[in-house]
């Protein structure tokens, strides 16, 4: 009964630190995506992948990488940390790409502090 | 550019008593899902409610239901006898089945007064 799994739960970095932000979901969803929450901006969608091999950008992008080796597995790396990457990010996947009315299912979140 | 608008970013509400959050969106698809999201404390994201834009009739679940107005492109929602643990940020969100993004609005925190 996993879902999505983030790790860490929480971290701190200096600035220009790199780090990978993992996830990884057992529900055999083909989408899966990361999200930014700030007070007051919501959620906004960094990056998507709609299966393995295939990732694309979303509206907040720059600074951050990911990749999609298998379905499961949807890393989130931060090359050159900056204080404005302090944030919570979310992992969420769901099933199927397009024609669905599936929801996201969400990770638990992780605190990023970059200091 | 689709957008979610939640004007309340605050709401309080009276143990067992009805309260409404509102969300509008602005969008020229006709086809389109609509969510909404609760975080409580525990910053866990939770699926509430949702609604497909082609039903006329309004979603409901248990104590939470929507009034979806389509041309007004208006969507909030319905809390019924409020309980302790509804306490949270509530999140409006929209999907086009043609694109892969959701669409967040900047949330609505409800607090419930015992």
């Known amino acids: 009964n996993a879902g999505v799994t983030q790790t860490p739960k929480f971290q701190v970095l200096k600035t220009g630190q790199s780090m990978t932000l993992q996830c990884a979901q057992d529900?055999?969803?083909?989408?899966m995506s990361w999200y930014r929450q700030d007070p007051g901006m919501g959620l906004r969608l960094i990056h998507y992948?709609?299966?393995?091999?295939?990732?694309d950008q979303g509206e907040v992008p720059n600074g951050y990488n990911v990749s999609r080796s298998t379905t499961e597995d949807f890393p989130l790396r931060l090359l050159s940390a900056a204080p404005s990457q302090t944030s919570v990010y979310f992992c969420?996947?769901?099933?199927?790409?397009?024609?669905?009315?599936?929801?996201?299912?969400f990770g638990e979140g992780s605190r990023l502090t970059v200091l | 550019a689709q957008t979610v608008t939640q004007s309340q970013p605050e709401m309080s509400v009276q143990e067992a008593e009805t309260v409404t959050l509102s969300c509008t969106y602005d969008?020229?698809?006709?086809?389109?899902?609509l969510f909404w999201y609760k975080q409580p404390p525990s910053r866990q994201m939770i699926l509430v409610i949702r609604?497909?834009?082609?039903?006329?009739q309004n979603a409901t679940e248990n104590r939470f239901s929507v009034n979806f107005q389509k041309a007004a492109k208006s969507f909030s929602l319905k809390i019924s006898d409020s309980q302790l643990g509804d306490a949270a940020m509530y999140f409006c969100?929209?999907?086009?089945?043609?694109?892969?993004?959701?669409?967040f609005g900047t949330g609505t925190s409800l607090t419930v007064i015992p």
């Open positions: 969008t020229s698809e006709s086809d389109y899902y």
């Open positions: 609604q497909e834009a082609y039903k006329q």
């Open positions: 969100a929209y999907r086009t089945p043609a694109r892969n993004q959701f669409y």
């Open positions: 969420a996947s769901r099933a199927g790409t397009t024609r669905n009315t599936g929801e996201l299912f």
């Open positions: 992948s709609v299966g393995a091999g295939i990732t």
């Open positions: 529900m055999n969803h083909e989408y």
